[in-house]
């Protein structure tokens, strides 16, 4: 609201690794009218547009700064633009604070002081904003301490404000702030731009949950997420971290289309720490368990056994509902300091899947760690610049396997990455994953579901419509490898046991140019990387029975009366 900027303050450092970033000022006597300053600022995107035409332009409005770049955006269809919208205040004809704005204007002048104080608790969580660069991992009298001096700071702070906003700047700014929303909701139809919209589920000042909603069914382009305990001033609340939020909702693109290999920035030092934070529960939960098997054949546990240098194609079944990614591409972070590019099924990078698109979505934290559509040229992108790739050949059809599945490789008949890894050389390691029947028993499956009334027609409508937007894998294929219907299946919790995985011994194809011209060699490979999957998990299953730490409780009594703080034992191998 005052146009000081300050809601860039937290991510100004990290933006502008990225982006080149500027910022908008309104100084605090200025009283130019809302259309003119879509104008002024019209004039400096179009500006940079003519410097880099071929480059998009974001622009970030939080609460007032929203409705002028939705303006801006309805002025300028032709410019690519990608709008990051923080509680928007689009909806500022339906604030709860309409019954005391008439108080605020008769408030006398020597109680304007008390202003930003009232101000600040409708408008944000203060405890959330004190807790901004405090480590949670310190102990608590160290936290309590710092917290104490942040919120004296602030106190500080929100007195000043009433010298930086005037009564006469504050009546003006809510007399801007209502022009605001009116001129950008008369021009919501013009909106040509890709919209991101971030909603507080906390918001006391405007009705931010509501109005995302009613902006993602209006915009032709628009994705919401919401952030439901954080308040109106979200963008300087502990937690937030707006290049993260970009990154993880697939916005971040150098050009008119977003290249998945090309575009993709790498988590930073703080993602990867926030993400072991959030995954510790997961991970001590079930405990994962890695092997690998080195040159000579020697299995080991850790991953010492996986190669270092690129391309490497990690190749394995895919348990149900992808239960093992989240330990999987941890701990070969941790273990090997690369991370793994996953292939993903096209709709995970749709509105389709997101029912309720909450921040701290499983999916987001897939894009965010580099999950890429399943094409061809994705594939050979990410083997062309030597990455490490993780593969599920047997898809959505072995991930959402049917009851008396569990374990069964479900592979299409003709190889479809052989002939790919041997072009560009690469590594093949085939493993195998158990652990889901340790997790949780798979009560409805889809053949289940299908008969239920009203809930089958929706999977098959859902389903359907994925297929008309050419989101359907496979669909050219017969058999059960084409049967990929997308749908939640119903599972019973158990008393969690563990994740055993299982690397083979490396396939090296550099050098076999024959696989790339013999159909013939390249099946056998084929076959013979299905059946090294197979027979690991056969090991595998087989030798969990020998592990005295498989019982979750068995592993959390370990730690409690262990010594060391290393890796609970396992089975001999």
């Not at 919401?226 to 609340?237: C, R, S």
């Not at 389903?463 to 490898?481: H, Q």
Request: aromatic residues 8%; contains cysteine; proline residues 6%.
């Amino acid at each position: 609201m005052d146009g000081t900027g300050m809601g860039l303050v937290l991510h100004e450092k990290a933006l502008g690794k990225v982006f080149q970033v500027w910022c908008l000022h309104i100084p605090v006597y200025d009283r130019t009218p809302f259309d003119e300053l879509v104008k002024f600022v019209g004039r400096t995107v179009r500006m940079k547009h003519a410097s880099s035409p071929n480059k998009p332009i974001y622009l970030v409005g939080d609460s007032f700064g929203g409705c002028l770049a939705l303006a801006i955006a309805a002025h300028n269809p032709e410019i690519d633009l990608v709008l990051i919208l923080a509680n928007p205040a689009t909806s500022f004809d339906r604030t709860q604070l309409q019954p005391l704005l008439p108080l605020l204007e008769s408030l006398p002048d020597e109680f304007h002081v008390t202003v930003p104080y009232l101000l600040s608790f409708i408008m944000g969580d203060p405890l959330k904003m004190a807790m901004v660069n405090i480590d949670s991992m310190l102990p608590p009298g160290q936290i309590i301490q710092r917290l104490a001096g942040n919120l004296t700071d602030l106190l500080a702070h929100l007195y000043g404000l009433a010298d930086i906003i005037p009564k006469e700047t504050l009546l003006w700014k809510l007399k801007l702030l209502r022009s605001a929303s009116s001129y950008s909701n008369s021009r919501l139809h013009a909106v040509n731009a890709e919209v991101l919209v971030i909603a507080s589920g906390k918001d006391n000042m405007l009705p931010s949950e509501n109005e995302a909603q009613r902006l993602g069914n209006s915009l032709r382009n628009c994705t919401v997420r919401y952030f439901k305990d954080n308040g109106h001033t979200i963008l300087l609340e502990d937690g937030i971290n707006l290049l993260s939020i970009i990154k993880a909702t697939s916005k971040y693109r150098r050009s008119k289309r977003r290249d998945y290999v090309k575009d993709f920035l790498p988590p930073s030092k703080s993602e990867f720490k926030n993400a072991i934070k959030n995954n510790s529960w997961y991970l001590n939960i079930t405990g994962p368990v890695m092997l690998s098997t080195m040159e000579n054949g020697k299995i080991v546990r850790g991953l010492a056994g996986v190669p270092r240098e690129g391309p490497v194609l990690l190749v394995g079944y895919h348990m149900l509902m992808g239960l093992e990614i989240v330990p999987l591409v941890q701990e070969y972070m941790m273990q090997t300091k690369i991370l793994l590019r996953g292939i993903a099924h096209p709709s995970l990078f749709t509105q389709l899947v997101e029912s309720r698109p909450d921040a701290s979505s499983f999916i987001d934290m897939l894009k965010l760690y580099g999950a890429t559509p399943v094409t061809a040229s994705n594939f050979f992108k990410l083997l062309a610049t030597k990455s490490h790739v993780l593969l599920y050949p047997g898809g959505a059809r072995e991930a959402l396997h049917r009851k008396g599945e569990e374990y069964k490789v479900i592979w299409p008949d003709q190889p479809e990455f052989i002939r790919m890894a041997a072009k560009f050389g690469a590594t093949i390691v085939p493993f195998g994953v158990v652990g889901e029947d340790d997790i949780a028993q798979l009560v409805l499956d889809y053949d289940d579901l299908k008969s239920v009334p009203i809930l089958g027609d929706r999977i098959r409508s859902e389903n359907e419509e994925a297929a008309r937007r050419g989101l359907a894998v496979r669909a050219d294929m017969d058999g059960e490898i084409a049967n990929q219907m997308l749908y939640i299946p119903g599972l019973l919790p158990k008393i969690p046991g563990r994740f055993y995985f299982f690397f083979g011994k490396p396939i090296h194809t550099k050098g076999r140019q024959d696989l790339v011209k013999d159909r013939e060699k390249a099946r056998e490979l084929y076959l013979q990387v299905k059946s090294e999957v197979q027979n690991n998990m056969n090991y595998l299953l087989k030798k969990r029975e020998e592990d005295p730490y498989r019982n979750f409780i068995d592993r959390t009594m370990y730690r409690a009366f262990s010594a060391t703080s290393g890796d609970v034992p396992t089975f001999d191998f």
